[in-house]
């Protein structure tokens, strides 16, 4: 266990759907990460957060909504999202945005 | 832009042998490096940060080196063993500006240790 966790760890939706993917973080870390991981391709970050403030968005559609509440919780909103959308979502978390990351389990998300 | 390019893409080893799995990068401007393994479907799991003023960072049967200059950092496995079987990532950070970090991934070597 790394101390962060995500759910659901597998979703299903079609693209009409609206979906939300949840992080938690059990470290009093103050930055949390969105990346995407698609098959045979490296990691890919997708946003940042550092103090609940939103630092990086590296040109994510926007069909992909971050949220953060609080420095424990991210989320990911999906809407009218397509197939090639389908990968591996990763959240990590870190004390700050220069030290070490720990990441959760993923959401294997699969787009009908 | 950094780029990050890790070879061998797959290795596959007899128990026991010690290995070492290499990975390059253009922008030597980092300010840390950290190594992860990855096993299939699963998330990542950090198993060595190495800064950028050091040379080497050890964790029992784990060894990362760096050569910041160079753009080169290795991670030699001691005496592998099944257990060890999983695709292993190398990810330097660095400063996108703003005072904002992040970390660039390879690809990964896939390893197998063949009991």
């Known amino acids: 266990e790394t101390g962060v966790t995500q759910t659901p760890r597998h979703l299903v939706m079609g693209m009409t759907n609206k979906k939300s993917l949840k992080c938690e973080q059990h470290?009093?870390?103050?930055?949390m990460y969105w990346y995407k991981q698609s098959a045979k391709k490296p990691l890919e970050l997708m946003f940042v957060?550092?103090?609940?403030?939103?630092?990086e968005n590296n040109s994510v559609p926007s069909r992909f909504s971050p949220e953060c509440p609080n420095s424990s919780h991210l989320f990911l909103h999906l809407h009218t999202l397509q197939p090639e959308d389908s990968a591996l979502y990763l959240c990590?978390?870190?004390?700050?945005?220069?030290?070490?990351?720990?990441f959760g389990p993923g959401t294997r998300l699969t787009v009908l | 832009k950094q780029e990050v390019t890790q070879i061998p893409a797959a290795l596959s080893v007899p128990e026991g042998e010690n290995l070492v799995l290499n990975c390059s990068f253009t922008d030597s401007a980092i300010y840390n490096l950290q190594w992860f393994r990855q096993d299939p479907g699963k998330g990542l799991t950090s198993l060595l940060l190495i800064q950028s003023s050091q040379r080497e960072q050890t964790s029992g049967r784990l060894n990362a080196s760096l050569d910041k200059s160079s753009g080169r950092s290795t991670l030699y496995i001691a005496a592998s063993q099944p257990g060890d079987s999983a695709t292993y990532l190398c990810?330097?950070?660095?400063?996108?500006?703003?005072?904002?970090?992040?970390?660039?991934f390879g690809k990964g070597t896939k390893l197998s240790v063949i009991p």
């Open positions: 990590a978390s870190s004390r700050d945005t220069y030290n070490e990351q720990f």
């Open positions: 470290l009093g870390h103050n930055a």
């Open positions: 990810a330097p950070l660095r400063d996108s500006g703003a005072g904002s970090y992040q970390l660039t």
């Open positions: 957060y550092n103090f609940k403030e939103q630092t």
